[in-house]
């Protein structure tokens, strides 16, 4: 995104970007590094690539839409956090070329940076990926998903994943919390002039409703600062 916003509206997509409404998708997984692979998926990056290929042959014969995620390209719960961009953009690469639509870059630990997500973007688009193929999904372990997004809406990144009330964890790397609260999200998206379809305060509610019916505390900091404003 430009850093000039001033009556310029950039349109960041709400969701998935399926060009049907009701397509299907599917979603395959693999991993930067080979210690995550064999714990999340019990096999090694090459054996989980040798998968995917089969699943997206299949997908395409069906004329299933395919979505790629590589997990812990921003950080490794067993290997540490420096994870290699060049490791991240292959498998990307190799996802791509396999025929998967869209491939949705990970931060499973959210132990990414600014610094290191600009990093990990320069070499995704120094092999030739392109923006539009990409997609973030940004944990909020550290408290850095929303600056890492924000790195990434200056890339040039359109697609974000997020969850109501900031959902989620992951089973396999210690500590960590939820995908970026969506209502964050769009807060911060509206506040530099970005255009999203989406209905902050009906997704405040919704965030509220959802953690209330799940017994969790609600890890929006956007959320609970809209509600306490529409409620008396």
């Known amino acids: 995104m430009p850093s000039d916003t001033s009556g310029v509206k950039h349109p960041v997509k709400p969701g ?20 995550f692979s064999k714990a999340n998926t019990n096999c090694s990056i090459a054996e989980s690539l040798e998968r995917c290929t089969e699943i997206v042959a299949l997908a395409k014969n069906r004329n299933i839409r395919v979505r790629g995620y590589v997990s812990v390209a921003l950080g490794c719960p067993y290997e540490g956090p420096d994870v290699a961009p060049s490791k991240v953009a292959d498998i990307t690469t190799s996802l791509l070329e396999m025929g998967v639509d869209e491939v949705s870059v990970a931060d499973t630990t959210g132990m990414g940076t600014a610094p290191r997500t600009r990093e990990l973007l320069r070499a995704l688009s120094a092999t030739g990926i392109a923006n539009q ?45 939820g995908n970026i609260a969506t209502e964050d999200l769009v807060y911060c998206l509206h506040s530099l002039g970005a255009t999203t379809g989406v209905n902050v305060d009906k997704m405040a509610e919704i965030g509220d409703w959802i953690s209330a019916e799940l017994g969790r505390s609600n890890d929006s900091r956007a959320g609970k600062a809209i509600l306490a404003r529409l409620r008396p």
């Open 133 to 177: 193929d990409l997609a973030l999904h940004l944990h909020d372990t550290y408290g850095q998903a929303l600056v890492n997004a924000v790195v990434g809406l200056e890339h040039g990144i359109r697609t974000f994943d997020s969850s109501v009330g900031g959902l989620g964890g992951c089973p396999f790397s210690k500590g960590a919390t």
């Open 16 to 35: 998935s970007s399926s060009a049907a409404k009701d397509q299907m998708e599917i979603s395959i997984f693999t991993a930067a590094t080979e210690a």
